[in-house]
Every structure is written in structure tokens, then in C-alpha cells.
């Protein structure tokens, strides 16, 4: 088992940046796929980007290519979301997910068993 916990939320103006952490223990984070999702209130919970366990490919969501990256410490068991050029929509409540399955798809939310408690993301206008 995987334990997750999410940091580096907080409040940025418009065109800011912030990079979000996913700290892991109990499994090295190389084993699994992992993705960051993110849930804004009254809206469902979208997929952000991801990691492939086997060769570190990486996806993004269409309203965050260009601005986001999510990159992997294995060294230190942590994955990162840079994110840049941040906007308003952006505000969310960001969460960290783990999964050791391996399918052509991995943005669903079903997929993942391992979920850390979230980070929130506020930006201003």
C-alpha cells in the first residue's frame, strides 16, 4: 500500500505560479501510475496530468497543456506540478492519485485506489 499526501496549494494572483508536491511512503512511487486531478465546487473531478509508472510519459489535460508539468523524484518518492500561468478556472482543490493498473487510458478517476487528502489552489483576479 501507498500512503499520499499533497502540499504547495495556496493563494496566487492570476498569471502566478505554484508548485504542488505528492509525498509518498510505504511503496516507491515508480511502481505505480500517478495523476493529479482537481475538483472546483459544484464541478466534477477533472484530470490534470499524469505519469507513467513504466517510462515516466507524461499526459496533460487539454485546459492545462503549456502551463502545467508534472515531473517525478524517485530518489525522494515525490511527484511535482509545476504550474504556471495560472487563471482564475484553476481554482481547485488538487489531488494526488496512485494506481498499479495499466490501461491505454488512465484519467479516470475509477482507476485510482490511492488518493492523498488534497491541496487547495486559489487564484485571484
Known amino acids: 500500500q501507498v500512503q499520499l499526501v499533497e502540499s504547495g496549494g495556496g493563494l496566487v494572483q492570476a498569471g502566478g505560479s505554484l508548485r504542488l508536491s505528492c509525498a509518498a511512503s510505504?511503496?516507491?512511487?515508480?511502481?505505480?501510475?500517478i495523476n493529479w486531478f482537481r475538483q472546483a465546487p459544484g464541478k466534477e473531478r477533472n484530470f490534470v496530468a499524469g505519469?507513467?509508472?513504466?517510462?515516466?510519459?507524461?499526459y496533460y489535460g487539454d485546459s492545462v497543456k503549456g502551463r502545467f508539468t508534472i515531473s517525478r523524484d524517485n530518489a525522494k518518492n515525490t511527484v511535482f506540478l509545476q504550474m504556471n500561468s495560472l487563471k482564475s478556472e484553476d481554482t481547485a482543490l488538487y489531488y494526488c492519485?496512485?494506481?498499479?493498473?495499466?490501461?491505454?487510458?488512465?484519467?479516470?478517476?475509477?482507476?485510482?485506489?490511492?488518493w492523498g487528502q488534497g491541496t487547495q489552489v486559489t487564484v485571484s483576479s
Open positions: 492519485a496512485a494506481s498499479l493498473a495499466r490501461l491505454p487510458t488512465m484519467t479516470a478517476p475509477e482507476l485510482y485506489s490511492y
Open positions: 510505504g511503496r516507491t512511487l515508480s511502481s505505480y501510475a
Open positions: 505519469i507513467r509508472s513504466s517510462d515516466g510519459r507524461t
